[in-house]
């Protein structure tokens, strides 16, 4: 019998995902993976936090456990938890009972079912993200049926943020569109507003009625510290006003793979807020029923005791400490070595990621005579980096931007 | 100047943030016009069981298994696969397909451990989010590729599936299933839908222990239902939540399933481990499309996997792992078997003395359907009102549709459920 899937094509690889493919295809011993997002140790070990071992053990050691399906919107401790991590505390949009907080599938699955509460809910279906953005953002908005317009963001000249032109766009969008916003750590630049840029952002935002979705898949990551990069996130809710917010867990507590995350929506009334969760349940139920319960008892564990919270602090600290200084080390070898150019944007971005400003046919050389793995827009993961494979990357580097256009 | 301080007096419990804010006007909100939604009408049972404070209630509503003692069960074949986890995993991403070797053993499962088509590589499959992951990537697959297809549902079915499919923007029908009159197969219905769709339309079949009804085809009529696929072109979905917890034998209830691979349908399958290795919660199962050869499931997996990126990057990597441990380890393989045989034999033994019971206390209707059906539930062919007395005067918790689930039946209150069932009843 003929196939009724013989018109289907084969897809193009990810392109984030498969250079990680290459990179393992490589029998090169000097192949360096700059590519995912994934911590590495200075050893280039992925990383499994210490207060991530502890809760595990507790949650194997303990017999009262089951599996039983959790709630749609997850589990409720979880919830609370996320939303005072990324909130603070303190936050009367909290206290006041106006944030309706769902578990959902790390960064990725908090867009996805935001998007689709939208699509469904919202007057609006235009979504403006910035020019670059994460490659799975445009992805997910049009899946879930909203239309995707860009805002200009990075400035290739100054290798910084185009403030004008962000403004701008953001200036002449309609009233009430929505708007994707990094809250720390932009990917792919590492480029961030100052919190002066951020202030002008959140007036104009406002004044024009426009909706934020908030992205924070790093916090705690891009500075070290839980509170300043949760503060861009913080002044919006503050003023107010109403906004989503995706939180993975993926990268500060090293759950990648388990799929840990949390979608937040700010509303102006706490009656509001429960008719929304009620809605945003119907997304998630003809979506996957419920989300895995894993991930987010590991986060719950931690983030209710205060010694684990503050040994994750710590950690946390460790982990963005390395990939500063790892900038810090890129930096000062690519001046020592004298690489035309200025380099300095390494140290003025901020995350997980540098753009290099190196172009295609630069990267594509880099992976063809020295086996660096990267995305073709010149993203490097400062993750994949220690002092001992720095000097190889400089000489990659070096060779690229003299060698090739 | 007077409307500034007219907005600084009138202060909330807000930040002195938004008093200083210029041009901000007050804003209501965007969701004024959000309705609540409905509760949804399995998982809200269990919501208001959790409720209720009488030392009497039962819970025969959502369909997790319990023991004897009306409690959770985490099997001691799962206990020992995550005691072998913990410890050792680095948390990293599984790829968009999700964990190879899970796949692998869970084809295993459905398709035969020597199955053709997995030595020629023939299924396109990817890991998923339980039985209703795998049905909505099916769905969107189905929408993208298939767009003009609808797909036929049985009557009735899950109710989630009506959602998914609806979620995905894909048509849908309906084919006649469940008989009130017998409370069991409408076979001739079901033929006659069958042969009235269009040629090439895709139908949902559950592949045993059908949900809600409990009521599943013969062999000799999966056999028949084949056989007219084939002379329709029709595309066969499996939603297979149950192998193994309908009759104990895992290879007994993919018999429908290994029919019409035997015919020749390219068939699709989601299948679940929230039942059979009771990972609920941990949202594991697969979806797999049978193709004509190895390059187009290749080709096919990488359209799934298109799909699965912008839904949630990859699938959870802790409930796969528990798996591929149990399955890839004979002696725990084995465990899970024979524990697997104990839930199944639980719920037939609780079918054989809900329906004793009944008999005895002399009810006038037949409740022979309670024995004939199949797998965790029981349609017990009471109305919603009869179920909304079961509930408000026996604190008996279970769908309105009139769905018992079996596995929440025990010795302790079969005699209390069966008491209850027949003093609503019996003046029907």
Not at chain 1, 63 to 85: C, H, M, Q, T
Not at chain 1, 133 to 154: C, D, I, M, Q
Not at chain 2, 53 to 76: M, W
Not at chain 2, 243 to 269: M, T, Y
């Amino acid at each position: 019998m003929e196939s009724v899937f013989s018109n289907v094509v084969r897809a193009p690889e990810d392109p984030i995902l498969g250079v990680t493919v290459a990179y393992n295809n490589d029998p090169s011993p000097a192949k360096l993976n700059l590519g995912v997002g994934a911590y590495r140790t200075e050893e280039g070990k992925p990383l499994v936090l210490d207060v991530v071992r502890r809760a595990e053990q507790q949650l194997v050691n303990d017999p009262s456990r089951v599996k039983e399906y959790i709630p749609i919107a997850g589990l409720a401790d979880f919830n609370k938890l996320s939303a005072k991590l990324i909130l603070g505390a303190d936050s009367p949009a909290i206290q006041e009972s106006r944030v309706a907080t769902i578990q959902c599938l790390s960064g990725t699955g908090s867009l996805r079912v935001g998007a689709e509460f939208l699509k469904k809910h919202y007057h609006q279906s235009v979504i403006f993200i910035p020019k670059p953005t994460w490659g799975n953002h445009p992805k997910v908005f049009n899946l879930a049926g909203l239309s995707v317009e860009y805002y200009r963001y990075y400035d290739p000249s100054t290798r910084g943020l185009d403030f004008q032109g962000l403004l701008e766009d953001l200036g002449a969008a309609p009233s009430g569109a929505i708007v994707l916003l990094h809250a720390c750590a932009h990917n792919p630049t590492g480029v961030d507003p100052t919190s002066e840029q951020w202030e002008q952002i959140r007036q104009l935002i406002r004044s024009k009625s426009l909706l934020p979705f908030f992205d924070s898949a790093y916090q705690g990551f891009a500075s070290g510290s839980l509170d300043t990069d949760a503060h861009s996130v913080r002044t919006f809710v503050a003023d107010g006003g109403e906004c989503l917010i995706a939180q993975s867990y993926a990268k500060n507590m090293g759950l990648y793979g388990e799929r840990v995350g949390a979608l937040s929506i700010v509303c102006k009334s706490s009656d509001v807020a429960s008719k929304v969760e009620s809605q945003v349940k119907l997304v998630v139920r003809p979506m996957y029923s419920s989300p895995p319960i894993h991930g987010a008892s590991i986060v719950a564990t931690i983030l209710k005791s205060s010694d684990m919270y503050n040994d994750w602090t710590i950690e946390l600290k460790g982990m963005a400490g390395r990939i500063i200084s790892m900038r810090q080390h890129l930096f000062e070898a690519l001046q020592a070595k004298g690489t035309p150019g200025d380099w300095s944007h390494i140290i003025k971005q901020i995350g997980m990621f540098t753009f290099t400003g190196l172009n295609k046919e630069q990267v594509a050389f880099m992976t063809k005579e020295f086996h660096i793995y990267m995305t073709s827009d010149g993203r490097i993961s400062m993750a994949g980096l220690s002092s001992k494979t720095v000097p190889h990357l400089v000489e990659a580097i070096h060779a690229a931007v003299t060698r090739v256009a | 100047v007077i409307m500034a301080m007219r907005i600084r007096n009138s202060a909330s419990r807000g930040t002195m943030m938004s008093r200083q804010i210029s041009g901000l006007r007050s804003m209501s909100s965007w969701w004024k016009n959000v309705e609540p939604a409905p509760k949804d009408p399995i998982l809200g049972v269990t919501e208001a069981f959790l409720a209720d404070p009488s030392p009497d209630k039962v819970n025969v509503g959502v369909g997790a298994y319990r023991d004897d003692n009306g409690k959770p069960v985490v099997l001691e074949c799962v206990r020992e696969a995550e005691r072998r986890i913990a410890g050792t995993s680095f948390m990293e991403y599984l790829p968009m397909g999700g964990s190879v070797k899970m796949v692998d053993e869970t084809l295993k499962l459905a398709y035969g451990d020597n199955s053709e088509f997995i030595k020629d590589k023939r299924i396109a499959a990817v890991q998923s989010l339980s039985g209703t992951g795998a049905c909505r990537l099916f769905a969107d697959f189905q929408k993208r590729f298939r767009p003009d297809s609808q797909i036929y549902i049985p009557v009735p079915t899950w109710s989630n599936h009506h959602n998914i499919w609806r979620d995905a923007q894909v048509t849908q029908k309906t084919y006649h299933y469940y008989h009130p009159e017998t409370k069991g197969l409408d076979f001739s219905g079901l033929m006659d839908d069958v042969k009235n769709a269009p040629e090439g339309s895709f139908f949902l079949l559950h592949a045993c222990a059908h949900n809600p009804t409990g009521v599943d085809p013969t062999e000799e009529q999966w056999r028949e239902i084949s056989q007219l696929f084939k002379a329709k072109n029709h595309f066969a979905f499996f939603d297979m939540a149950y192998q193994g917890f309908a009759s104990g034998d895992p290879a007994r209830d993919a018999k429908s399933i290994r029919i019409f691979l035997e015919d020749g349908h390219h068939i699709g399958i989601s299948q679940s481990y929230a039942k059979n290795m009771g990972l609920y919660g941990q949202r594991v199962g697969c979806l797999s499309v049978l193709c004509e050869d190895e390059k187009q499931a290749v080709t096919v997996k990488s359209q799934l996997q298109q799909l699965a990126r912008p839904m949630y990057s990859n699938p959870p990597l802790h409930g796969a792992q528990i798996v591929s441990t149990i399955l890839g380890d004979p002696a725990l393989k084995g465990l899970w078997l024979k524990e697997v045989k104990v839930m199944a034999d639980r719920i037939i033994g609780m079918r054989t003395a809900l329906r004793e019971s009944l008999e005895k206390l002399g009810s006038p209707l037949s409740w022979e359907h309670v024995t004939k059906q199949i797998g965790m539930f029981c349609y017990s062919g009471m109305t919603p009102e009869q179920v909304d007395r079961l509930t408000s005067e026996y604190h008996i918790y279970m769908t309105r549709n009139g769905r018992i689930s079996m596995a929440g039946v025990t010795t302790g209150n079969v005699g209390y459920l069966a008491n209850a069932i027949h003093e609503v009843t019996k003046s029907s």
